[in-house]
């Protein structure tokens, strides 16, 4: 778990919208991310979405002391392949921001993308 580059993650869009920057490039605007993937942890059981479908699954929720959900986004990013989690932690009132850098998908570039949940 590493916090990168969350107080950046969100920049100016177009019109009214913001868009969502990479948490782990560094010093540049990185604003070409792919969704891979949403999960929704409740208390012993997990939903994801992703390029596949719809699964549900018996599983405890991740967090220390279970008393929220969970919610993991997964993104995968153009320019150097980063790849990660972004989670949003309910925890007694309050939504935590955290943030997990996973294995580089690859240095970068369109062909070693992982496969979006779903685009036209
Ligand atoms: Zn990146």
Same mark, same amino acid.
């Given at each position: 778990?590493?916090? #990168? =580059? ?11 919208? @913001? ?8 010093? @540049?605007?990185?604003? =070409?991310? *792919? ?5 929704? @942890?409740?208390? %012993?059981?997990?939903? %994801? ?25 997964? @993104?995968?990013? +153009?320019? +150097?392949? *980063?790849? #990660? ?5 309910? *925890?007694? #009132?309050?939504?935590?921001?955290? *943030? ?6 690859? +240095?970068?570039?369109?062909? =070693? ?8």
């Amino acid at each position: 778990m590493g916090k #990168g =580059n969350l107080e950046k993650l969100i920049v100016p869009g177009y019109g009214e919208d @913001y868009l969502m920057n990479c948490p782990q490039c560094k010093g @540049y605007k990185a604003v =070409n991310i *792919h969704l891979i993937s949403i999960k929704v @942890y409740r208390g %012993t059981d997990a939903t %994801t979405i992703n390029e596949k479908g719809i699964f549900v699954e018996s599983i405890p929720n991740p967090s220390p002391g279970r008393r929220g959900a969970r919610i993991e986004i997964e @993104y995968n990013c +153009e320019q +150097e392949g *980063h790849h #990660g989690i972004i989670a949003l932690q309910f *925890h007694k #009132g309050e939504v935590f921001i955290q *943030h997990e850098e996973l294995a580089k998908t690859a +240095e970068g570039g369109l062909l =070693n993308l992982l496969d979006d949940i779903w685009r036209d």
